[in-house]
C-alpha cells in the first residue's frame, strides 16, 4: 500500500508564498512522476506541475513564473513553492505520483490541501 500525504496549505493574501509538500511512502520500488493538481470550486482538476524522475519540469500556463517545483528521490518527496499568489489560485491541491511497484506502476493520489488566497 502506498500514501501520499500532502501538507502546507493555508490562507495566504494576495502576493504571498505558501509552500507545499508531498511525501509518499510504503512498498515503493520507485516512483516515475511526481506533481500537483488542483481542483477549484465548480470546476475541474487541472494539472499545475509536474516532475518526471529525470528532473524535467511541466507547467501549466497560469503558473509558470511564480511556482517552482521540486523534489527529492531519496526521500521520495515533492514539493510546491508558490510565489505571488493570486485569488484564482485559491482551489483544493492534490498531489499525484505514478509509483512503479515491482513489476507494475500505479497512480496514487494524496487527500488534498486546501490553498485560499484572500483579495
Known amino acids: 500500500q502506498v500514501q501520499l500525504v500532502e501538507s502546507g496549505g493555508g490562507l495566504v493574501q494576495a502576493g504571498g508564498s505558501l509552500r507545499l509538500s508531498c511525501a509518499a511512502s510504503g512498498s515503493i520500488f520507485s516512483i516515475n512522476t511526481m506533481g500537483w493538481y488542483r481542483q477549484a470550486p465548480g470546476k475541474q482538476r487541472e494539472l499545475v506541475a509536474t516532475?518526471?524522475?529525470?528532473?524535467?519540469?511541466n507547467y501549466a500556463d497560469s503558473v509558470k513564473g511564480r511556482f517552482t517545483i521540486s523534489r527529492d528521490n531519496a526521500k521520495n518527496t515533492v514539493t510546491l513553492q508558490m510565489n505571488s499568489l493570486k485569488p484564482e489560485d485559491t482551489a483544493v491541491y492534490y498531489c499525484r505520483a505514478v509509483v512503479v511497484l515491482r513489476d507494475i506502476q500505479r497512480l496514487y493520489w494524496g487527500q488534498g490541501t486546501q490553498v485560499t488566497v484572500s483579495s
Open positions: 516532475m518526471p524522475s529525470g528532473g524535467s519540469t
